[in-house]
């Protein structure tokens, strides 16, 4: 099949003016001008007119557990508090309406572009129940802070659960939710399995609170519960998570967030010779009032960042085209080929998938998306403006 538009925009050199791609089953295997894309192969012609057709998306950090949530948790005072509310609405849910839930979430998504999605569930047992429609990589989302005894029992029941998922990896949920146990665990296993893990870090003033000053208020409400807190009053989040014996398996983790961080975790990133991939979720981080996102000097010093929506426990919808815009007012000068790129190249790249994914390229996998485009116009600044729900994609090759 061909498939022709005014402008292809394929994060692989500039846009090409009225372009071609030609697939065959689920793989890209030419792309070009129109006219030599034609010569070149046979099949059926596909004419989008005045749109550009872009790589699908790629969300680098979701919930789609939460989709249900929309709307329920207004902001509150403190990190803490939210943690109480959405306690109390997960407390209200069912498997039946955690599955609802993640099949709606897939459908939003989709919706709005996304073709690859990095999903956490509390849930893995679940994901046989379900059929992802768009590429996912199935995160167990791991809490042991109620009963740390628990953590390679926790471990092991996930990785049984996954094993059916074409693309899995680990999730141990955050430093004040998860055991040291856990994420050793955690770190052995994603070198004995090679896949990959995530984490939420340096979320919250109130996480750097905890950590570095053995205070405030998430560090009180975690102490309530019966946290062990001898980890805290010992240093940044940051430093703790860099500071295992043995050191970390630092290229498999894809690390979300990193709000809060102090002059001397700077100083330790740039020490760091090996790099973990950077996930920010700008209306999610609006939602929370975060303070800013380190952007200029997380890329200065080389990291690959990426873009992801979050839940919608904290965010008003799963688009990622309104999470490039909430990104572009909170920093202008970056242009909108590099904002593009956090929603397709860097994700791509964290998942390990920089030679299949992120990019309109022979050889790479045929997810596709259309959005109007002017003559004229500049195609990357019309990309991130974009407003609206997707009316032409490909996933795998399949319209």
């Not at 309406?97 to 998504?109: K, L, P, Q």
């Not at 955690?186 to 939420?200: F, M, Q, Y």
């Not at 007012?329 to 956090?342: A, C, H, L, R, T």
């Not at 397709?344 to 790249?349: F, G």
Request: charged share 25%; proline share 5%; net charge negative.
């Amino acid at each position: 099949m061909i498939i022709r538009a005014r402008t292809v925009v394929t994060m692989d050199g500039p846009p090409i003016e009225n372009g071609a791609v030609a697939f065959s089953g689920d793989r890209i295997v030419d792309v070009g001008k129109f006219d030599e894309i034609k010569a070149r192969n046979a099949g059926e012609v596909v004419d989008l007119g005045e749109q550009a057709l872009l790589p699908g998306l790629v969300n680098a950090h979701c919930h789609l557990d939460y989709t249900c949530l929309r709307a329920k948790i207004p902001p509150q005072k403190s990190f803490a508090d939210w943690i109480r509310a959405i306690n109390t609405e997960k407390a209200k849910l069912s498997a039946k309406d955690y599955v609802a839930s993640i099949n709606e979430g897939f459908v939003e998504v989709k919706r709005f572009g996304t073709t690859t999605i990095a999903n956490l569930t509390g849930f893995p047992e679940f994901v046989q129940q379900i059929r992802a429609p768009i590429g996912t990589w199935w995160f167990a989302e791991l809490i042991d802070v109620r009963a740390p005894e628990r953590a390679s029992e926790l471990v092991d029941f996930a990785i049984a659960s996954l094993k059916s998922a074409q693309n899995w990896g680990l999730a141990p949920h955050a430093l004040f939710t998860a055991s040291k146990d856990l994420f050793r665990r955690c770190d052995k296993i994603a070198r004995r399995e090679n896949v990959l893990l995530t984490t939420h870090l340096a979320e919250s003033r109130e996480e750097m609170e905890m950590f570095r000053d053995a205070s405030g208020p998430l560090y009180e409400f975690m102490n309530s519960i019966g946290r062990p807190m001898d980890d805290c009053g010992r240093g940044t989040p940051l430093e703790l998570f860099l500071g295992v014996p043995g050191g970390r398996a630092l290229p498999e983790w894809i690390v979300v967030h990193l709000n809060e961080l102090a002059d001397c975790d700077f100083e330790l990133l740039e020490r760091s010779k090996t790099k973990f991939h950077v996930v920010h979720s700008p209306r999610s981080h609006d939602y929370f009032g975060h303070s800013r996102f380190s952007f200029e000097r997380l890329r200065g010093l080389g990291f690959n960042v990426c873009l992801g929506t979050d839940s919608l426990a904290s965010n008003q919808s799963l688009s990622l085209f309104a999470d490039m815009r909430a990104f572009q007012k909170e920093f202008p000068s970056v242009s909108p080929e590099e904002i593009f790129q956090m929603a397709t190249v860097n994700p791509a790249r964290a998942l390990r998938q920089e030679n299949a994914l992120g990019r309109i390229h022979p050889g790479f996998r045929a997810d596709l998306i259309a959005v109007p485009s002017s003559q004229g116009g500049d195609p990357f600044g019309e990309v991130v403006a974009f407003d609206g729900e997707i009316d032409w994609i490909t996933v795998g090759g399949k319209l």
